[in-house]
């Protein structure tokens, strides 16, 4: 008996810790975890601001700017240009194009080199590919348009000199708060799982996916990444079905599939439907339509990490005002994670988006 008491006692104190995912999830609330694309500590969005003064000198230049996009096809990308463009708007800030790459490097190599021949005083986009497009960015600023980041920025660009300033979510933590959301939803058992992630050099998709992998192993255990599948675009929701359909098969015992962003969900959601995998649990990050609405009906999706979006395009708009006023910026501002399930679902969307839910999400909730 003393033999068997010490080895419980031995197997207690070696058994491995596990996180408490309502306790991350909270603290998690509290910071932002990112770092910029060269390893710039995070501003926070409240210290980007315009005094009345400021913001009468920006109406008198009649300013003009160009949104240019990597990609449109989704609730995240339409929410920063209704931010964009609401506060270059209060800016007095004219608005002459906003284009749409399809993730396509050379797509946005030619909506850069076109939108260079109207001499915008701006620019704001998020580079589809940092090495592919750095030529075409490089020539902007040479010419003196003023250029302001989301997310990523060109290889060998220096914030300060080359751009004003990047902003982001905390995608790191965003990655953080689904690996925890993950373990929420498959309880204290774990189990074995599997990632659809984006296969591209993107500073924010990768710091999603180190930021899951690395927290699954340390604070769970118990859950076991059995499968990866990388994905490339353009049809995301399509290759993502097509991944996690294979990994479904060739796995069948994995529990829960984790997804880059809110539309590989959509894929995995396919795919789980296909595969008669009613009880599959899907994490991921962005708050999308599609994804709200499994979740406000219970279904495959029970967590994921939202950005702010539209706030971010405010912040990014008014430091395009710093650059005309020759004001110093920050050279990374991000905002800090939002973890969402069922429960903060409605409040959540209000907070990324700026106005209430659709009627199609708050009609699906249970």
């Known amino acids: 008996m003393g033999s068997a008491t010490a080895l419980a006692l031995f197997v207690g104190i070696a058994a491995p810790a596990f996180a408490d995912p309502d306790a991350a999830l909270a603290k998690l609330q509290e910071t932002v975890l990112s770092k910029g694309p060269s390893g710039e500590d ?20 009649g300013a003009t700017a160009a949104i240019v996009m990597h990609y449109g096809g989704n609730d995240w990308s339409q929410a920063q240009i209704n931010g964009l463009q609401t506060q270059f708007g209060a800016m007095g800030i004219e608005v002459i194009a906003v284009t749409d790459a399809g993730f396509k490097p ?50 060998g660009f220096v914030p300060g000199t080359d751009y004003v ?12 708060a689904a690996a925890h ?16 992630f984006h296969a591209a050099d993107f500073f924010v998709t990768k710091q999603r996916y180190d930021a899951f992998k690395a927290t699954i192993a340390s604070d769970y255990p118990n859950i076991n990444i059995v499968a990866e599948q990388g994905i490339g675009g353009p049809d995301f929701s399509g290759d993502a079905e097509k991944a ?24 995995v959601m396919a795919a789980a439907r296909a595969n008669g995998r009613d009880d ?18 219970g279904g495959f999706i029970k967590g994921l990490g ?19 006023l020759g004001k110093d910026a920050p050279d990374f501002v991000a905002l800090p994670a939002l973890p969402v399930a069922q429960d903060n679902l409605l409040d959540a969307w209000t907070q990324v988006y700026s106005t209430e839910a659709t009627e199609n999400v708050k ?3 249970q």
Do not use: C, H
């Not at 995070?42 to 230049?61: F, G, H, R, T, Y």
């Not at 076109?114 to 010419?143: F, G, K, L, N, W």
């Not at 300033?165 to 990655?175: E, K, Q, T, W």
């Open 42 to 61: 995070p501003s926070p969005a409240s210290d980007v601001v315009l005094s009345d003064e400021e913001l009468a000198k920006i109406k008198e230049m």
């Open 106 to 155: 050379e797509k946005q190599v030619s909506d850069l080199e076109t939108i260079m021949a109207q001499s915008p005083d701006i620019i704001v986009s998020i580079p589809t590919d940092p090495t592919a497009t750095a030529a075409a960015y490089r020539a902007a600023a040479e010419a003196g348009t003023k250029l302001v980041f989301m997310d990523n920025v060109p290889t």
């Open 165 to 176: 300033s990047v902003v982001s979510a905390d995608n790191y933590g965003n990655g953080v």
């Open 181 to 196: 959301l993950m373990a929420k939803a498959l309880g204290p058992d774990g189990g074995d799982i599997g990632l659809v």
């Open 244 to 267: 996690a359909g294979a990994m479904l098969t060739s796995n069948p015992n994995i529990k829960g599939i984790w997804a880059v962003w809110d539309v590989p969900a959509e894929g």
């Open 280 to 297: 599959l649990i899907i994490t991921t990050v962005d708050l999308g339509e599609n994804v709200a609405i499994s979740m406000a009906q």
């Open 306 to 324: 939202a950005q702010r979006p539209y706030d971010a395009g405010v912040v990014e708009a008014k430091l395009a005002g710093y650059a005309l």
């Open 363 to 365: 009609a699906s909730m």
